[in-house]
């Protein structure tokens, strides 16, 4: 039976993702805002408009590529993060809703006018620059530097930063701290590190088998990176100076032992929106 390409024949199309998404009508909600550059109200007022012959096509493409598994930031090329559009592509990580909890624990590390002096941050793996972006976009007077090791990352968080037009940031690339100067120092350094064990099975279902590993795997049950980040960090923090990284869900005691560890005090972990012990934090002891 032919079915007109209308807004609604589009969505009923949803159903046959269910096999391969968690969220199959929030999927194509977003390849049509992407493909008619409009918002979703629009879809649900509108729900008869067909597309023209062209969004058609595209639509069709979209969805034979999301039917494949492809992750939907990738097919449209951008993913919201803290409400900023942020381009994505296969070099890095698609951003997720609960790293936007890292973001919140940095703005919410000073007093309201104390926030507002000039501070510096530093992101270490800075990735399409999501955290480093979405922090320096909400406090103008700091002055941010967003590092990876992986070229592609560094011109993908450049390019978000010119789109997004924010201009106290500067993305570099370095391994972690390696192209720093020793002198360096930061307020803030902040980190979501890759954090999953190789072997974790996780790794084989939805999105993150189109990521590359670079950005997921770590040695040591995932904690190696976590480590040398929390082992080095005090030497680029300035007295009192904050540590905020993202770590898995199980990994919220051996982070807070290593925080302890290496010289910090008010150590704490946040849980994320699924209760999930997610994000930790420690005051550099001076
Ligand atoms: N939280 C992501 C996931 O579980 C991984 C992010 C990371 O390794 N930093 O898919």
Same mark, same amino acid.
């Not at 993060?81 to 624990?105: C, G, H, K, Q």
């Given at each position: ?7 609604? %024949? ?28 409009? $918002? ?6 509108? &729900?008869?408009?067909?597309? %023209? ?19 939907? *930031? ?41 926030? $507002? ?35 592609? *990352? ?10 997004? $037009? ?26 979501? &590190? ?68 290496? %010289?910090?005090?008010?150590? %704490? ?18």
């Amino acid at each position: 039976m032919y079915l007109s390409p209308t807004i609604a %024949n589009c969505l009923k199309q949803s159903a046959q993702l269910a096999e391969i998404s968690d969220s199959p009508r929030l999927d194509i909600e977003i390849l049509l805002t992407h493909i008619l550059q409009k $918002n979703r109200t629009y879809l649900f007022t509108w &729900p008869e408009q067909e597309l %023209n012959v062209e969004q058609a096509k595209v639509f069709n493409e979209f969805f034979a590529r999301r039917l494949t598994g492809e992750p939907v *930031a990738h097919i449209i090329g951008q993913r919201e993060f803290w409400s900023l559009p942020l381009m994505v592509n296969n070099s890095t990580l698609i951003p997720r809703p609960d790293t936007e909890l890292l973001v919140e624990a940095a703005l919410g590390l000073f007093g309201e006018d104390e926030g $507002n002096q000039s501070r510096r941050l530093l992101d270490l793996g800075t990735g399409s620059g999501a955290i480093v972006l979405a922090l320096a976009h909400e406090k103008k007077s700091w002055q941010c530097v967003g590092v990876d090791k992986e070229l592609a *990352a560094v011109e993908l968080a450049e390019k978000n930063r010119m789109q997004l $037009n924010v201009h106290n940031v500067n993305i570099q690339q370095s391994d972690w701290f390696s192209a720093l100067s020793s002198e360096a120092s930061f307020d803030v350094i902040v980190s979501n &590190p890759p954090y999953i064990d190789l072997n974790d099975e996780h790794l084989k279902e939805g999105d993150v088998r189109f990521e590359p590993l670079s950005a997921l795997i770590a040695d040591n049950n995932g904690l190696a990176d976590l480590e040398f980040i929390i082992a080095h960090a005090p030497q680029y923090l300035t007295a009192n100076g904050w540590l905020l990284v993202e770590h898995s869900y199980d990994q919220g005691s051996a982070v807070r032992d290593l925080f302890a560890t290496n %010289n910090f005090d008010h150590v %704490n972990t946040l849980r994320d929106f699924g209760g999930n012990e997610r994000v930790t934090l420690g005051r550099k002891i001076s």
